[in-house]
Structure formats: C-alpha cells, structure tokens
Nanobody
Framework: QVQLEESGGGSVQPGGSLRLSCQET??????????MAWYRQLPGKSASEQDL??????????SYADFVKGRFTISRDNRKGSVYLQMDNLEPEDTAVYFC???????????WGRGTQVTVSS
C-alpha cells in the first residue's frame, strides 16, 4: 500500500519561494508505475473541490494548471519514490493546503498524502 508524506510547507511573503517534497514511505511499491501529482485545497473549499496543480508522468513529462504555469516546477525521482514542487513567485492566491497524489497506471485507486500548508502573505 502506498504511503505518502509531504514536507516543505510554510509561510512566505509574496514573491517568495517554497519547495514541497513528497516521499513514498512504505518502500513496497514501484514508483515508476505511478503518475505523480500535486493538488491544492483553497481556504474554505472542501476536499471534493481540490484543484490539480501539476502532474508528471512516469517518464518525466510534466503538465501544469494555467494558474501556476511559469511559476511552479514539478519533478520526480523514481529511485527515491519522491515528487517535488518548486514554487516561485508565490502569490497570496496560492495559499492552500497542498496534497501529494500517486495515481497508478492503468486501474487502481490513487493514494494521497495528508497535506502541507502553504501560506503566502505580507
């Protein structure tokens, strides 16, 4: 069973940067068999209203939501079972809880981390 643990959240001023990390901790899965992604839940929104921020295929092809293009970069390390989100030029509108997600290729249920808070304010 996939187990995910996020880190790297925190508070930053507008224009600042943060780097989120997500580690698969069971070490019983093959990371290359998953699409990895970051989602976020804005303040006041429910879990069913999470927004996809970025994802990256097992071969390393990234895809981004329009609202983060040019500011965020997703990357992965299959050997470590990790996915990262480099967030630059942060805006107050980026304030949210960010969740890591592993979606198995083919069939199967996705795995989620518990989330990490990112707050952007002056």
């Amino acid at each position: 069973q996939v187990q995910l643990e996020e880190s790297g959240g925190g508070s930053v001023q507008p224009g600042g940067s943060l780097r989120l990390s997500c580690q698969e901790t069971s070490h019983r899965v093959i990371p290359a068999h998953y699409i990895m992604a970051w989602y976020r839940q804005l303040p006041g929104k429910s879990a069913s209203e999470q927004d996809l921020v970025a994802n990256i295929t097992s071969s390393g092809r990234p895809s981004y939501a329009d609202f983060v293009k040019g500011r965020f970069t997703i990357s992965r390390d299959n050997r470590k079972g990790s996915v990262y989100l480099q967030m630059d030029n942060l805006e107050p509108e980026d304030t949210a809880v960010y969740f890591c997600n592993f979606q198995p290729l083919g069939s199967g249920f996705p795995a989620w981390g518990r989330g990490t808070q990112v707050t952007v304010s002056s």
